[in-house]
């Protein structure tokens, strides 16, 4: 039955490869037939005031990349939840000007003081406490660093103006939301243990209610800190000293060689020929951008969008089976660990995957072998921005649980992340997630913990299309779901909307959100062997923008499950 399913050879890859390699020689535009720059600017982000903030700094004469900071500073202070100085994340960029993609990745780093042991106890077992609560969760934060970066290297505003939406919101306070009540109650014990983060986050200890005006004077401060100095602002002086201080007196170990040592890295993206579409996404130490690449290339293989909804979802549900296997065994900080890229998107691969899956019955996970590795996620942002030139951003970014560690160094206004939970504390033993990991993923000083953040664009002559979802792990099968609904040519509003199922290998179950699956749908499935879990709730958070150069029409959607925002503007002619 599977061979009636699959079409390509290996030659129809290669010839895939073939018009990749002219789509990226060929210059695109120019020839009258597609636009070289679009008639609207556009910010998909996860807050309406991020969004503002965002196309505020464009109005004010900032590219896209000046306008990513500040939308990123700014749910730093109007998520607090989500994202913020006090974390890190991954940058997908595209530099009109020399056509270049880049990519900055910004995650946090093991201070000097992590080795493989630190959660352990003296028993052997995991310190759960300590790997996500309070300073000693925390990795050395990379936001601050990837602010100064993008503005130095690609930006045309000085901070002091990307930042200032920012610091006037942190400063002047703003209202907060049921959304911001909902993810305080998650975390509510452990943000009252810390009077550091009571003070600011609760209102008299308790959940404050909605349209209560959060004021973050110190975050303000250290913002400014930021606008004047540049990196050194945050990471050397009156700051970091701060930071410092305060996360030693609390059980954490930063030191301020961690600080000063802290660099983001600019990696080659993952880059991937579809059809006549190119994949550009996140590389390790993401495994979103290899594991996306490696189901689109599985699916390649199949006509999947002509076949039954039944058939579909089954082939869905096993080609991420698969990718999710291999990033269990594989991935990892690629300065730390050697990565086999090249072998994981070897087509044969995906051949010789595509050829073990049988289109009637499910595979068993641990029938494929490799080690255990469970991941869920709550809370993270992701932000999409085009410019009237034709650069773009894609970024997802993270202080990983929601509020992070929970723990807010007194004086600096930064709620610090719990991104070290990212890592493998001991082999075999489960994180926040459920996340089982293997050596390619131990702690070490100075290490990148792996994660599934996959900011990602889609790229044709035709079409640019800009995504991402903060969700953990299940952030790389949205992607691809979302991806998917792209290549069928369905709206933008379709591909956040796009009700989602999700397979991580381990544990060996199809995830799937209220409604995502008729009832006929599951009966077909379980036939097949699956094992079914609703996950009773919504989840994910994606921000979305499509650029038709065709028709030169600009359009963005932004997640109805969260309460973000995604406008369109029309440049001025
Ligand atoms: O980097 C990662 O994979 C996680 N720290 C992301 C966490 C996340 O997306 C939580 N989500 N909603």
Same mark, same amino acid.
């Given at each position: 039955?599977?061979?009636?399913?699959?079409?390509?050879?290996?030659?129809?890859?290669?010839?895939?490869?073939?018009?990749?390699?002219?789509?990226?020689?060929?210059?695109?535009?120019?020839?009258?037939?597609?636009?070289?720059?679009?008639?609207?600017?556009?910010?998909?982000?996860?807050?309406?005031?991020?969004?503002?903030?965002?196309?505020?700094?464009?109005?004010?004469?900032?590219?896209?990349?000046?306008?990513?900071?500040?939308?990123?500073?700014?749910?730093?202070?109007?998520?607090?939840?989500?994202?913020?100085?006090?974390?890190?994340?991954?940058?997908?960029?595209?530099?009109?000007?020399?056509?270049?993609?880049?990519?900055?990745?910004?995650?946090?780093?093991?201070?000097?003081?992590?080795?493989?042991?630190?959660?352990?106890?003296?028993?052997?077992?995991?310190?759960?406490?300590?790997?996500?609560?309070?300073?000693?969760?925390?990795?050395?934060?990379?936001?601050?660093?990837?602010?100064?970066?993008?503005?130095?290297?690609?930006?045309?505003?000085?901070?002091?103006?990307?930042?200032?939406?920012?610091?006037?919101?942190?400063?002047?306070?703003?209202?907060?939301?049921?959304?911001?009540?909902?993810?305080?109650?998650?975390?509510?014990?452990?943000?009252?243990?810390?009077?550091?983060?009571?003070?600011?986050?609760?209102?008299?200890?308790?959940?404050?209610?909605?349209?209560?005006?959060?004021?973050?004077?110190?975050?303000?401060?250290?913002?400014?800190?930021?606008?004047?100095?540049?990196?050194?602002?945050?990471?050397?002086?009156?700051?970091?000293?701060?930071?410092?201080?305060?996360?030693?007196?609390?059980?954490?170990?930063?030191?301020?060689?961690?600080?000063?040592?802290?660099?983001?890295?600019?990696?080659?993206?993952?880059?991937?020929?579809?059809?006549?579409?190119?994949?550009?996404?996140?590389?390790?130490?993401?495994?979103?951008?290899?594991?996306?690449?490696? +189901?689109?290339?599985?699916?390649?293989?199949?006509?999947?969008?002509?076949?039954?909804?039944?058939?579909?979802?089954? =082939?869905?549900?096993?080609?991420?089976?698969?990718?999710?296997?291999?990033?269990?065994?594989?991935?990892?900080?690629?300065?730390?660990?050697?990565?086999?890229?090249?072998?994981?998107?070897?087509?044969?691969?995906?051949?010789?995957?595509?050829?073990?899956?049988?289109?009637?019955?499910?595979?068993?996970?641990?029938?494929?072998?490799?080690?255990?590795?469970?991941?869920?996620?709550?809370?993270?942002?992701?932000?999409?921005?085009?410019?009237?030139?034709?650069?773009?951003?894609?970024?997802?970014?993270?202080?990983?649980?929601?509020?992070?560690?929970?723990?807010?160094?007194?004086?600096?206004?930064?709620?610090?992340?719990?991104?070290?939970?990212?890592?493998?504390?001991?082999?075999?033993?489960?994180?926040?997630?459920?996340?089982?990991?293997?050596?390619?993923?131990?702690?070490?000083?100075?290490?990148?913990?792996?994660?599934?953040?996959?900011?990602?664009? +889609?790229?044709?002559?035709?079409?640019?299309?800009?995504?991402?979802?903060?969700?953990?792990?299940?952030?790389?099968? +949205?992607?691809?779901?979302?991806?998917?609904?792209?290549?069928?040519?369905?709206?933008?509003?379709?591909?956040?909307?796009?009700?989602?199922?999700?397979?991580?290998?381990?544990?060996?179950?199809?995830?799937?959100?209220?409604?995502?699956?008729?009832?006929?749908?599951?009966?077909?499935?379980?036939?097949?062997?699956?094992?079914?879990?609703?996950?009773?709730?919504?989840?994910?958070?994606?921000?979305?923008? =499509?650029?038709?150069?065709?028709?030169?029409?600009?359009?963005?959607?932004?997640?109805?499950?969260?309460?973000?925002?995604?406008?369109?503007?029309?440049?001025?002619?």
């Amino acid at each position: 039955m599977r061979l009636t399913f699959k079409i390509r050879s290996l030659s129809g890859a290669l010839v895939s490869l073939f018009i990749a390699f002219c789509l990226t020689a060929c210059a695109i535009g120019g020839d009258g037939t597609v636009s070289s720059k679009p008639s609207a600017v556009a910010v998909a982000s996860a807050h309406p005031l991020a969004t503002q903030a965002g196309l505020d700094v464009l109005a004010q004469g900032g590219n896209a990349f000046d306008a990513a900071i500040a939308v990123a500073a700014s749910l730093g202070v109007v998520e607090p939840y989500s994202a913020g100085m006090g974390g890190g994340g991954f940058w997908l960029l595209y530099s009109a000007k020399d056509d270049q993609y880049h990519f900055v990745d910004a995650r946090e780093m093991a201070p000097s003081a992590a080795d493989k042991d630190y959660y352990l106890n003296k028993d052997g077992t995991v310190n759960r406490d300590r790997a996500t609560n309070g300073p000693s969760a925390a990795g050395i934060p990379g936001q601050a660093a990837a602010f100064a970066h993008l503005a130095g290297q690609y930006g045309k505003l000085p901070l002091a103006k990307s930042l200032a939406p920012a610091i006037k919101q942190a400063r002047q306070g703003f209202a907060i939301d049921d959304h911001y009540r909902k993810l305080l109650s998650y975390r509510l014990e452990a943000v009252r243990r810390y009077p550091s983060s009571a003070s600011i986050f609760l209102n008299s200890g308790q959940i404050p209610d909605v349209g209560y005006k959060l004021v973050q004077r110190d975050l303000a401060t250290t913002l400014e800190a930021l606008a004047r100095a540049g990196h050194d602002g945050f990471y050397q002086g009156p700051v970091a000293q701060r930071l410092v201080t305060a996360v030693q007196r609390d059980g954490g170990d930063w030191t301020m060689e961690d600080l000063a040592n802290y660099k983001v890295v600019e990696r080659e993206p993952i880059r991937m020929a579809f059809g006549n579409a190119e994949l550009i996404s996140a590389p390790p130490p993401s495994s979103g951008g290899i594991a996306i690449a490696q +189901m689109l290339q599985m699916l390649d293989l199949y006509h999947w969008q002509s076949m039954s909804e039944a058939d579909q979802t089954h =082939l869905l549900i096993e080609v991420m089976r698969r990718a999710y296997r291999d990033r269990a065994e594989f991935l990892g900080d690629p300065d730390f660990v050697d990565v086999p890229t090249a072998m994981l998107l070897d087509p044969a691969r995906a051949h010789a995957y595509a050829d073990s899956i049988d289109m009637t019955k499910a595979t068993p996970s641990l029938s494929l072998k490799g080690p255990k590795n469970i991941e869920e996620g709550f809370h993270t942002t992701h932000l999409s921005v085009l410019d009237k030139d034709g650069n773009r951003v894609s970024a997802t970014l993270s202080i990983n649980l929601p509020f992070g560690s929970a723990y807010t160094a007194a004086g600096t206004g930064v709620v610090l992340n719990n991104e070290m939970d990212d890592f493998s504390a001991k082999p075999g033993a489960a994180n926040a997630y459920g996340l089982v990991g293997n050596a390619a993923n131990a702690i070490a000083p100075g290490k990148r913990p792996l994660s599934s953040m996959s900011p990602s664009m +889609m790229v044709s002559d035709d079409q640019v299309a800009i995504l991402g979802t903060p969700g953990g792990s299940r952030i790389i099968s +949205m992607v691809l779901l979302g991806l998917l609904e792209h290549q069928q040519n369905k709206p933008v509003e379709d591909w956040v909307r796009r009700k989602r199922i999700h397979h991580q290998y381990l544990p060996d179950v199809v995830e799937y959100e209220p409604g995502a699956l008729s009832q006929a749908l599951q009966q077909e499935l379980k036939a097949r062997g699956h094992t079914l879990k609703n996950v009773g709730r919504a989840y994910g958070n994606m921000q979305a923008i =499509l650029w038709d150069r065709t028709t030169n029409k600009v359009t963005a959607a932004a997640d109805s499950r969260g309460i973000g925002s995604a406008r369109v503007v029309s440049v001025a002619k």
